[in-house]
């Protein structure tokens, strides 16, 4: 079984950064990943990561958004600079086994998603 557990979210203006974490308990997958979700939205994937190291981003976060993760720390983080105010949403860790690593897969593990505001 897996645990996520996010945290770090809150409201910033526009041009700000923010960082978000995500602790994982239990056996931890080789594929991790952070999703969002805006008001009135799907779901939308922003960033993996898989075990190797390997990142992929959307592209609306490319340069902006970086992926990481502590593994001594089982911890999984997002940086996100340069914020705009259509990054605005709940922000989801979720995790898998197996590959591919990309958002388009199917994620089995969630946390329970925490709130990132961006004002203009």
């Known amino acids: 079984q897996v645990q996520l557990v996010e945290s770090g979210g809150g409201s910033v203006q526009a041009g700000g950064s923010l960082r978000l974490s995500c602790a994982a308990f239990?056996?931890?997958?080789?594929?991790m990943a952070w999703f969002r979700q805006a008001p009135g939205k799907e779901r939308e994937g922003v960033a993996t990561?898989?075990?190797?190291?390997?990142?992929d981003y959307a592209n609306s976060v490319k340069g902006r958004f970086t992926i990481s993760q502590d593994t001594a720390k089982n911890t999984l983080y997002l940086q996100m600079n340069s914020l705009k105010p259509e990054d605005t949403g709940m922000y989801y860790c979720?995790?898998?086994?197996?590959?591919?690593?990309?958002?388009?897969?199917?994620?089995?593990?969630w946390g329970q998603g925490i709130q990132v505001t961006v004002s203009s």
């Open positions: 979720a995790a898998r086994f197996g590959y591919p690593c990309t958002a388009s897969q199917l994620f089995r593990y």
């Open positions: 990561i898989a075990s190797g190291g390997t990142t």
């Open positions: 239990g056996y931890i997958p080789a594929c």
